[in-house]
C-alpha cells in the first residue's frame, strides 16, 4: 500500500506546472476506508480517465509537463489496491482544475463483529 501510495504523490508532484498542492483525506466509515489524494495539477481529460490504468498507457499532450516515466505506476497501483479487496478511481473537471483519485478499502472487521 505505501508503494501504491507513493505512486500517486509522485504524479501528482510531477504533473503540475505550478507549485504543487496536495491533500490527502482518510475516512473510515466502519465498512470502507477512502483516500482521497487531490493535486492542482494539470488535471485529467475525461476520455483518459479510465485508460490511465492501463498497462504503460502515458497521455501524450503538449500541455503535459516534460517529465520520464515507464506508464506503469498506476497499473501497479491498481493492482495492489486489487489484491487489498479495494478500488481506484479518478475524477477531474479537465485541463488544469486537477485530480482526486479516490482509493476505497474494505475495512477490517473488529473481533465483536
Ligand atoms: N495526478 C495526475 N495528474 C495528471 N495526470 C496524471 C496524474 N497521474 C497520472 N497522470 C497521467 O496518467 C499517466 C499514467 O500515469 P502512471 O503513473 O501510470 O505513469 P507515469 O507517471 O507516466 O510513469 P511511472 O509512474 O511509471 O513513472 C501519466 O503519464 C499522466 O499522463
Ligand atoms: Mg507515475
Redesign the pocket.
Known amino acids: 500500500m505505501q508503494i501504491a501510495i507513493d505512486?500517486l504523490i509522485?504524479?501528482?508532484i510531477?504533473?503540475s506546472n505550478k507549485e504543487p498542492s496536495i491533500n490527502i483525506s482518510v475516512k473510515d466509515n466502519r465498512k470502507k476506508i477512502i483516500i482521497n489524494i487531490s493535486?492542482n495539477?494539470?488535471?485529467?481529460p475525461q476520455q483518459?480517465q479510465k485508460k490511465?490504468f492501463n498497462k504503460f498507457?502515458?497521455?501524450d499532450l503538449n500541455y503535459?509537463p516534460n517529465v520520464?516515466?515507464?506508464?506503469?505506476?498506476?497499473?501497479w497501483t491498481k493492482e495492489i489496491i486489487k489484491q487489498h479487496y479495494g478500488s481506484i478511481s479518478v475524477h477531474s473537471e479537465g485541463l488544469n482544475k486537477g485530480?482526486t483519485?479516490t482509493i476505497e478499502l474494505p475495512a477490517a472487521k473488529t473481533k465483536e463483529e
Open positions: 505512486n509522485s504524479n501528482a510531477k504533473y493535486d495539477g494539470v488535471g485529467i483518459y490511465i498507457f502515458r497521455i503535459m520520464k516515466g515507464t506508464g506503469l505506476g498506476l497499473y485530480s483519485f
